[in-house]
């Protein structure tokens, strides 16, 4: 068991640039890994707002963190100051609400993620099947030997915790990036901040507006149309559908009010294996050639309306719009659901 990264063994003076070389390319790799969290924070708030917003910052940081230690399945948990997980991105993908909740619970109490808030400090399991702090969760989709747990802080208080995984045993612990992600950490930790204050004025402001007997705003003329997100006001985000699809439209998240719209419960939704499955034949070519286009790189938003098909055979006109972003180097949408 191993939770912080090895001291160097002794070198000859031979071997002793070539590791130096090592950490100075993951020192650059943790600097650029730095700055990619803030511009993709910037990009993000300039195309979405509230729930939308805080899914897609924390679906970077998974992939960020993924990318720089090579993990193949990573998870994030956002944490409240009273260490209750308010919001996640699950290796697993969209999963129904109680059974989310469920496994969140077992990690949290008995897993890797409960002993980093517990201990404040990043962990690391070099064998799953040697180390009491793996839980193995019913019905896992994947396989797990190895596992590198990392605590982002807000000021002095744990507000993330990201698990990344691997099938082969002791990948994390002699990586030289290791010396480092605390400071990618750190830039992620002060992000998250950044997204949950925004979205905080936010709803203050639309409260104001609503004790002040105005209307909210439906769109923001003043919006760049190069962003479709962007023409949600945050009280309209609250009556409208989310979703973060991957290749072949596969669903990684779908908010209840998606479901909602399309008459379905959200462990029905979950189910389906593509977002296409959702449309009815013909009557939304032109917008499903658009998704597949914005998967295949081509494009980086579209919107669009079609006719969805509802759980019982309705046809429910319906209005999507979407933008591109990465999931494990792999182009996803993230992107929004509304009737017409």
């Not at 195309?47 to 994030?76: D, P, Y």
């Not at 294996?273 to 070519?285: A, K, M, Q």
Request: charged share 20%; with cysteine; net charge neutral.
């Amino acid at each position: 068991m191993s939770d912080r990264p090895k001291p160097p063994q002794k070198t000859s003076p031979s071997s002793e640039v070539p590791v130096a070389q090592q950490h100075l390319k993951a020192l650059q790799r943790a600097i650029a890994a730095q700055n990619e969290l803030i511009s993709s924070a910037y990009a993000t708030q300039r195309a979405a707002r509230g729930q939308l917003m805080l899914k897609s910052i924390l679906l970077e940081i998974v992939q960020v963190f993924s990318r720089l230690t090579a993990a193949e399945e990573g998870s994030v948990f956002l944490l409240n100051d009273e260490g209750v997980v308010v919001e996640s991105i699950l290796a697993r993908g969209a999963t129904m609400r109680e059974l989310k909740r469920n496994l969140i619970g077992q990690v949290l109490d008995q897993g890797l993620a409960g002993w980093v808030v517990k201990h404040r400090r990043l962990g690391i399991i070099d064998d799953t099947e040697a180390d009491d702090r793996w839980v193995t969760l019913a019905y896992q989709p994947y396989q797990v030997r190895s596992c590198l747990c990392i605590p982002m802080f807000r000021a002095k208080q744990i507000c993330a915790v990201v698990t990344l995984m691997h099938q082969d045993v002791a990948h994390f612990s002699h990586l030289a990036i290791l010396r480092y992600v605390d400071i990618v950490a750190s830039v992620g930790g002060l992000v998250l901040d950044n997204v949950q204050q925004q979205i905080e004025l936010a709803q203050n402001k639309d409260l104001e507006s609503l004790n002040a007997g105005e209307s909210l705003p439906i769109s923001d003329p003043t919006s760049d149309s190069s962003t479709p997100t962007s023409s949600h006001s945050q009280g309209e985000l609250t009556q409208t559908g989310v979703y973060i699809i991957a290749e072949q439209g596969k669903f990684l998240y779908a908010n209840p009010r998606f479901a909602h719209l399309l008459d379905y419960r959200l462990e029905d939704l979950v189910t389906l294996e593509s977002i296409f499955e959702l449309v009815i034949p013909g009557t939304g070519d032109r917008l499903l050639q658009d998704i597949q286009r914005c998967l295949n790189r081509e494009i980086r938003s579209f919107r669009g309306s079609c006719e969805g098909r509802g759980k019982h055979g309705d046809r429910i006109p319906l209005l999507l719009d979407g933008n591109l972003t990465r999931f494990y180097a792999k182009p996803a949408i993230v992107g929004t659901l509304s009737r017409q």
